[in-house]
């Protein structure tokens, strides 16, 4: 767009690896354009309390390995009001910021799609998640790298859960997404995962001590998605259950937490997000607003915010059974 001369870009929500490298890529492939970039640091908070600097390709440079973001991120319950919002545009206005690119997750592109509309602004959204449960693109930003981390906790466990012949409830981040559990699962050669898109009754669990520990096994991994959609909770719920329900069984839970969202970011996902932060460019150039920049099969693509926000992400049911197939 010829209109275009200033963009501004911020990180909001949970961090996620990857961030910096989008930032990087963002940045410089404003500059290359032509265009000027601010930073606003602390995502939609910072930008209400006008905490805006100059992005250079010096303030970017020896970023693109680091975990976490440069730019800080916070979650700003000022921004959810009208007058919020309208402070953020007045600052936004006041440094020559003619666009407007959000990296993070459902919320954070929730919000954009809401201070758009409002100020018709051009806002394009790079899904910046460990989750990967925004709609319409493959991976998110991060996702890569914290199944890795995950992957390397269980195999830790793993040694653990062996030499005390164990049953290990092993619970990971996902929100209402399992995507992260169900592929740490095939990945770690876990014996179940449960995860909101699949749940796990009484007879199923049942079926899993069966096979998985009475026939052929002296230990077991069983991977749970944080968040449970029919209230149950996570893995102290399930851990409880086998407790209870078969007392001889030697049971522990281990919770990942915020480890999942640090470390260094994997090849893929600073691949990812300089492909995305490129693309994030062009789409302003082409005149696109209110997008998601995604990736499908390989190819970049742009899912409108309302999709990518409001529709479910679905799991790959084959992912389930080749879990089920292999953990015999």
């Not at 410089?28 to 265009?35: E, L, M, S």
């Not at 390709?57 to 700003?76: C, D, F, H, P, W």
């Not at 082409?286 to 992400?313: C, H, L, S, T, W």
Request: aromatic share 6%; net charge neutral.
């Amino acid at each position: 767009m010829s209109n275009i001369t200033c963009i501004g870009l911020l990180t909001s929500g949970g961090d996620a690896p990857g961030m910096n490298a989008a930032i990087r890529a963002v940045t410089r492939a404003a500059i290359y354009n032509g265009w000027k970039v601010k930073g606003i640091y602390r995502g939609y908070e910072g930008l209400i309390n006008n905490e805006i600097k100059d992005l250079s390709t010096e303030s970017v440079s020896n970023t693109i390995q680091r975990g976490g973001t440069i730019l800080k991120t916070a979650r700003s319950k000022e921004f959810m009001t009208v007058e919020g919002r309208r402070k953020a545009y007045e600052n936004m206005k006041a440094h020559g910021i003619d666009a407007l690119i959000v990296i993070g997750g459902n919320g954070s592109l929730a919000g954009a799609q809401t201070f758009a509309h409002e100020f018709d602004l051009p806002c394009i959204g790079l899904p910046g998640t460990i989750d990967n449960d925004l709609y319409g693109t493959d991976s998110t930003i991060g996702y890569d790298t914290a199944l890795n981390t995950i992957l390397d906790c269980v195999d830790k466990i793993r040694d653990t859960a062996t030499s005390h012949n164990r049953i290990f409830f092993i619970e990971v981040m996902g929100r209402d997404a399992g995507f992260l559990a169900q592929n740490s699962a095939i990945a770690a050669g876990a014996e179940a995962a449960i995860i909101p898109e699949d749940q796990t009754n009484v007879d199923q669990l049942a079926a899993f001590i069966e096979r998985g520990i009475r026939k052929s096994k002296n230990s077991s991994i069983v991977i749970v998605s944080e968040s449970q959609k029919d209230g149950s909770g996570g893995a102290m719920y399930y851990a409880d259950r086998v407790k209870n329900e078969y007392p001889d069984f030697d049971v522990r839970v281990s919770i990942l937490g915020h480890l999942q969202r640090g470390g260094v970011p994997t090849a893929y996902d600073r691949i990812l997000s300089s492909r995305l932060g490129v693309a994030a460019i062009e789409a302003l150039k082409d005149g696109q607003r209110n997008v998601m920049v995604g990736i499908k099969n390989n190819e970049i693509v742009y899912v409108p915010f309302n999709k990518a926000i409001k529709m479910d992400k679905p799991i790959d049911k084959e992912l389930i059974n080749v879990l089920q197939v292999l953990s015999i």
